[in-house]
């Protein structure tokens, strides 16, 4: 059974960091890529980083330079260290296995003064 379990978020003030966590299990973790997802609610999933397998990485725009993507194969887990958070970054995270779109349960991230 393919799990997700991602960990780390919580509240934080404007331009503080912090790193979110998520550990898989249920599948070869190094065979695939994975990716983070935001939601606010009442909109959309939006992706805002991916690594693939051999550690390619890709940002939103409203995150790049900000935000770092990274995964520890020996670990099954990835991660995503968020600095210079901004309240507009508030949103439930969620990791992503990208094939099948797999997700885990999300992580509230709330960015306030």
């Known amino acids: 059974q393919v799990q997700l379990v991602e960990s780390g978020g919580k509240a934080v003030q404007p331009g503080e960091s912090l790193r979110l966590s998520c550990v898989t299990s249920?599948?070869?973790?190094?065979?695939?890529?994975m990716a983070w997802l935001r939601q606010v609610p009442g909109k959309g999933l939006e992706r805002v980083a991916s690594?693939?397998?051999?550690?390619?990485?890709w940002y939103a725009d409203s995150v790049r330079g900000r935000f770092t993507i990274s995964r520890d194969n020996a670990k099954n887990s990835t991660y995503l260290q968020m600095d210079s958070l901004k309240v507009e970054d508030t949103a439930v995270y969620y990791c992503?296995?990208?094939?099948?779109?797999?997700r885990g349960q999300g992580t509230q991230v709330t960015v306030s003064t």
């Open positions: 992503q296995r990208v094939i099948g779109a797999i």
């Open positions: 249920g599948f070869t973790f190094a065979h695939h890529a």
């Open positions: 690594i693939t397998m051999g550690t390619s990485r």
